[in-house]
């Protein structure tokens, strides 16, 4: 649907939107009537160079041909039967996952944070059934995030972030350690720990790699104590950091990971992958879902993951990563660039983000921010040096404008 077929202005539509959605989120005040590739166009037909994808979602690119068609077909073939029968993308999306990041077991879900429940559950049965009913517990970083369903935000280490301030009391068996400190994480760890779960690139916190020995550190511990290694790569996942996941940056394997966002090149999927072991902890009955695995959502996964194939996009993020970062290192104001591939953040000095934000998007470029000092640019992995060139010379502006 586009703004000119319902015969309604621009501030008509606005109007009806502030009416009747409950309102979260700070929004971007103008109307994304359509998109294509690294464009998002308002109703005039404006571009709006876009480095935020819908936050690391539209990996392949906005409205990207192969996504579209395998969901217009699928859409018109079969669209949901619950999971009681087999279907056709269900199964081949399944084995591509698993054969293509070297896990042995999915189980699909919608969304991120219902991943991330899935993950929990999966490793609180392993334990409780494998080593007793006291040995749930699972030790996650300080400022991580990791959703909005209880489990999640529960895991999420932000006592003091809004997205946990006036809910009640939180699901028990979660303790937190600070990220990439490896022997916090080890101290943390008791008796009746089952896991460890982070991100390998902490995406909300502030865009914070994981460093090579945390990693390997984390996986050695969690090896010789018998506790499970949970990654949640719902942001990281699906080539954004240079590789298909970014746990295959460290040479490390997860026993369970969860990802949604890219994998479903725009359309709403989410997913865990598990060891055959771990994977045993789901039995008939103790997890399920109406609509995971959704055959259009699964049909666009597949066509996704195909295309990220086709082009090399991760070999792109590692590339276009690596040159807009430097570039971005000749900002004014700047306290740090880092990041993974095209998961891009920048920290300042001095200048608030959100301004930084609001003087891009008046120059019609996308981006978040994050927390008071941080930045955060996440692209389509289809982009160009042209647009880092385009997107740098804005941001720039941007910054010495906020400056004054
Ligand atoms: C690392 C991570 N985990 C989980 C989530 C939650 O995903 P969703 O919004 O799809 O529920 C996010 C969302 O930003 C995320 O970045």
Known sequence: MKLKDTGLTEAELKAKAKKYIIETY?????IADSA???YMYDEKGT??????????VNSVGNCNER???????QAGTLMQVFNYPYSVPQALLAEKVCTTIGMDKIFYQNSGTEANEAMIKMARKYGVEKYGPERYNIVTAANSFHGRTFGAMSATGQPDNACQIGFGGMTPGFTYAPYNDLEAFKAACTKNTIAIMIEPVQGEGGVNPATQEFMTGLRKFC???DMLLLLDEVQTGWCRTGKFMSFMNYGIKPDIVSMAKALGGGMPIGAICATDEVAKAFTAGSHGTTFGGHPVCCAAALAAIEEMEDKNLADNAAKMGKYFT???KALPHIKEVRGQGLLVGVEFDGVKAVDIKHKCFDRKLLITAIGDSVIRMVPPLIITEEDCDKAFEIIKAAVEESVG
């Open 223 to 225: 090896d010789e104590n």
């Open 26 to 30: 700070e929004r971007f005040d103008f």
């Open 67 to 73: 996504v579209v068609k395998a969901v217009q077909e």
């Open 47 to 56: 571009p709006y160079l876009d480095f935020y994808a819908g936050i690391a």
């Open 326 to 328: 430097e570039k971005l």
């Open 36 to 38: 294509k590739g690294v």
